[in-house]
């Protein structure tokens, strides 16, 4: 079994463990009326792992755990004050617990602070938000980073020693973004050039096509080896406005979220590679953590890691590994774990470019 894999079953693993044990605790399938609430709380709908696969596989997982509990959902659709509104709706509504995956961690902290005064815990889920929190799930933020850069680095070959790169990192109000760019230095620094760097407001596909046509006019095309892109949708952004620009053949592109766009653009060469972080296991933990919240029980079965705030509060926390997937191992990563089909991969126009990757 490889180590990825390993480790994915690993955590998933201990989560339904404890996802058992807290499915026996109090108020389970027992119809009281005074059933827990939980409120799932996202932050866009245009970054596509939130709703085709974050929602539904938390929803599933809390049910699972807890038959009788209420979940309610919202997105804010990139918008801060609607999430600010929307936990002051499920706070007034009496919800028991919220996992939360602020728009913007350092402005929802307010938000965070007003749950916790109504005695509220909210769960940071993927990104770490201000205010006093009771747990955290995400990936390692540093380590997604490292394996971008090291990917770009492999990707770039001879160019790699001395080779000019454009940067396009996340929101800079995302802890998240500030996490892998750090990660992504961490490899990248002494290695390459960084001819321009953008942080992307939030993370918007629209605006690394902007930055990256600004790249392209004032380094000139012949002139970037190689695109560090924090995610896919900006990856998307950056390959669109290479190709507007008529930049051939393309320089490597990295990426993160495993989107099936991206996917399809590592097959079609547009894009070298994506980091894959498993949905399952840290759905599993988010629900188990917000269900033991909600019941007033300790994270501590569920969570094994520990992270410190921004207010220097050590809390519970579940810390998994991420993925680098390339054309090499789609069939190994994202395939084996269902969460894409070469069917819907492997379009009728990538029919060549999936007979050569060795998907079909």
């Not at 499915?23 to 609430?37: F, Q, S």
């Not at 402005?107 to 109504?118: E, F, N, P």
């Not at 220097?312 to 894409?340: C, E, F, Q, R």
Request: hydrophobic share 40%.
């Amino acid at each position: 079994m490889k180590a990825w894999t390993r480790d994915a079953a690993i955590a998933l693993t201990a989560v339904s463990a404890a996802l058992a044990l807290a499915a026996c605790g109090p108020g389970a399938g027992d119809g009281d009326a005074n059933a827990p609430t939980i409120g799932v709380l996202l932050p866009d709908a245009a970054t596509a792992r939130w709703e085709m696969h974050d929602r539904p596989l938390i929803e599933m997982k809390i049910k699972e755990l807890c038959g009788d509990c209420t979940v309610e959902s919202a997105n804010a659709k990139n918008d801060v004050a609607t999430q600010q509104q929307q936990v002051d709706a499920m706070i007034t509504e009496g919800v028991d617990a919220m996992l939360l995956v602020a728009v913007d961690a350092t402005s929802l902290g307010s938000a965070v602070r007003k749950a916790d005064d109504a005695n509220i815990a909210v769960i940071a889920y993927d990104r770490l938000v201000e205010g006093p929190i009771s747990g955290y799930v995400t990936f390692d933020g540093e380590e997604v980073g490292r394996l971008q850069g090291t990917a770009l680095l492999t990707a770039m070959g001879d160019r790699a020693d001395g080779g000019q790169i454009v940067m396009m990192n996340g929101d800079s109000s995302d802890p998240n973004a500030i996490s892998f760019k750090q990660g992504a230095l961490s490899v990248l620094d002494e290695r390459v050039r960084i001819g321009k760097a953008y942080d992307t407001h939030q993370w918007r596909t629209e605006a690394a096509n902007t930055n990256m046509s600004g790249a392209i006019s004032a380094l000139g095309a012949e002139n970037i080896d190689g695109v560090y892109a924090a995610n896919d949708s900006l990856a998307a952004g950056s390959i669109s406005a290479l190709k507007s620009n008529k930049v051939t053949p393309l320089p490597p592109v990295t990426g993160q979220d495993a989107e099936l766009g991206a996917l399809r653009h590592i097959v079609s060469g547009d894009q070298y590679m994506t980091v894959y972080k498993p949905f399952a296991p840290q759905a599993s933990a988010g629900a188990a953590m917000a269900v033991a919240a909600a019941r007033g029980e300790s994270l501590d079965r569920v969570a094994k890691d520990t992270v410190r705030t921004s207010s220097g509060k050590t809390v519970p926390a579940v810390m998994l590994t991420p993925v680098s997937v390339t054309v090499d191992n789609i069939k190994d990563t994202v395939v084996k774990d269902g969460v894409y089909t070469v069917q819907q991969i492997c379009t009728p126009q990538l029919t060549d470019a999936c007979n050569k990757a060795g998907l079909t």
